[in-house]
């Protein structure tokens, strides 16, 4: 689903951090995507909805943060471009060595979204095993599916994988082969065919190399 807005805050401090994360989902119709630790001190939270709610969000977790820590900077962003999206997104999850996640609902709680700085293990019982199911491309992610049809493909070929990657100019990344090939295709044969010389990495796109 294309994103309306985005709203980014980067504050010093884990608790000044969750206290305007709490604020932002507070104060307006936002998601909260997740936030980027940038080290143990700094942390970007970024959050989604229309323009004049991400506005009024970052707006009182800037004022909640600065009661308990420092307000780095601030910024929001309105349609912003397919590209700029992707890249805010995949350099989230890329920054905490991570395939790209389906963002929280609306509500969900904001410390859920945050990255364990703080070493304590979610409250309540563990959760019971689920049945393992085929790797599906994430709600955040624009997943491109044209090319090669999924049907009668031979997800063991290399030649159709290459031949898919290489029919989208961005490349493609490991949760749209997931959603087209399904599990025969997982990142170890993605780093082979890239040791090989047959594909290279770019971020988290895999991009064909030419002959």
């Known amino acids: 689903m294309k994103i309306d807005a985005l709203g980014f805050l ?28 940038v ?12 323009l004049a709610a991400c506005r009024a ?16 900077s601030r910024l929001e962003i309105g349609r912003p471009d397919n590209d700029t ?3 805010v997104l995949e350099l989230v999850d890329r920054s905490k060595g991570e395939a790209p996640k ?27 095993p689920a049945t393992p199911t085929p790797a599906a491309p994430a709600a955040d992610e624009s997943v491109d599916t044209s090319g090669i049809v ?4 031979d997800t063991s070929d290399d030649a159709a994988l290459l031949a898919f990657i290489a029919a989208s100019a961005r490349g493609r990344s490991l949760a749209e082969l997931a959603a087209h090939f399904g599990p025969a295709v997982d990142r ?10 047959r594909l290279r990495k770019a971020g988290a796109r895999y991009r064909a190399v030419v002959q």
């Open 85 to 87: 999206e992707a890249m």
């Open 57 to 72: 969000a970052v707006d009182a977790g800037k004022a909640a943060a600065s009661r308990l820590g420092e307000v780095v």
């Open 188 to 197: 170890a044969r993605l780093e082979a065919l890239v040791a090989e010389g």
């Open 10 to 37: 980067e504050v010093r401090g884990l608790v000044a951090a969750i206290e305007a994360a709490d604020a932002m989902l507070k104060a307006a119709d936002v998601k909260l995507i997740r936030s980027h630790q």
């Open 102 to 128: 389906a963002r929280p609902a609306a509500g969900e709680n904001a410390a859920a979204a945050l990255p364990a700085a703080a070493g304590a293990a979610p409250a309540g019982d563990a959760p019971t």
């Open 150 to 153: 999924a049907s009668g493909v």
């Open 39 to 50: 080290d143990p001190r700094f942390f970007t939270l970024v959050v989604e909805g229309d």
